[in-house]
């Protein structure tokens, strides 16, 4: 069941595939944001869709999600879920519409030709890969990817200390790579726990800022 928390004029709308991502974005928002107006938009059963069916299986629905907090005022959309995050980011609605993990990506791709990708749910994978290629604009990139058995459904279970604990366990073993990404939001936390020294990049704190500059070009008058 999708649920909508939030509203207001000019506000950013966030269409989540996780409750779990609510508190973190607003944390976010508290300390880098202030002021900034979220709408956060829960659609779990998305992922479920996308996990069983591919990413094109839930368009109309991203659509019909996009076009609903468009009529609400929103004045940009960004997108918290990788494996949907394509999907969102090329429905065509009124306002910007941002995938949390483009400016992660660039970030990769700028840092080094080596990137690992790490995920816990495999539908994520193939889409970050295309994303990370897509930022590296024809340049030679060397994509590794790294499935984190049995770390999701530790999330599902509500352990998200094991979860994110799974995650930094899985980083500290990559080597010869100049990056990590870690490609789910949810991961995010995991990036303060491993002890490698090679950068582990999350896309929520960069992602969301991305997000509240495209809404300020959005606000900022035309005529």
Do not use: K, N
């Amino acid at each position: 069941m999708s649920t909508v928390d939030g509203g207001g004029r000019g506000a950013l709308a966030l269409l989540h595939t996780s409750s779990a991502h609510v508190p973190v974005f607003d944390a976010l928002r508290d300390r880098f944001h202030p002021g900034l107006e979220l709408r956060h938009l829960v659609a779990e059963e998305l992922l479920e869709r996308a996990r069983v069916h591919g990413p094109d299986a839930v368009a109309d629905a991203v659509r019909h999600l996009l076009d609903a907090a468009v009529a609400a005022g929103a004045r940009a959309v960004l997108c918290t879920c990788s494996s949907i995050g394509a999907v969102a980011e090329r429905t065509e609605v009124d306002v910007p519409v941002l995938r949390v993990d483009r400016p992660m990506a660039a970030a990769a791709v700028a840092t080094g030709p080596r990137i690992v990708v790490i995920a816990t749910v495999e539908s994520t994978l193939a889409p970050t890969v295309a994303l990370i290629r897509e930022e590296a604009a024809g340049s030679d990139v060397e994509v590794r990817t790294v499935l984190v058995e049995g770390a999701w459904e530790r999330f599902e279970a509500g352990d998200t200390d094991g979860y994110v604990r799974a995650v930094a366990g899985s980083a500290d073993t990559v080597t010869d790579a100049d990056a990590i990404v870690l490609a789910q939001a949810s991961m995010a936390p995991a990036g303060y726990l491993t002890s490698t020294d090679v950068p582990v990049l999350a896309s929520p704190e960069p992602g969301l800022a991305a997000a509240a500059a495209a809404l300020r070009g959005a606000a900022r008058p035309t005529g």
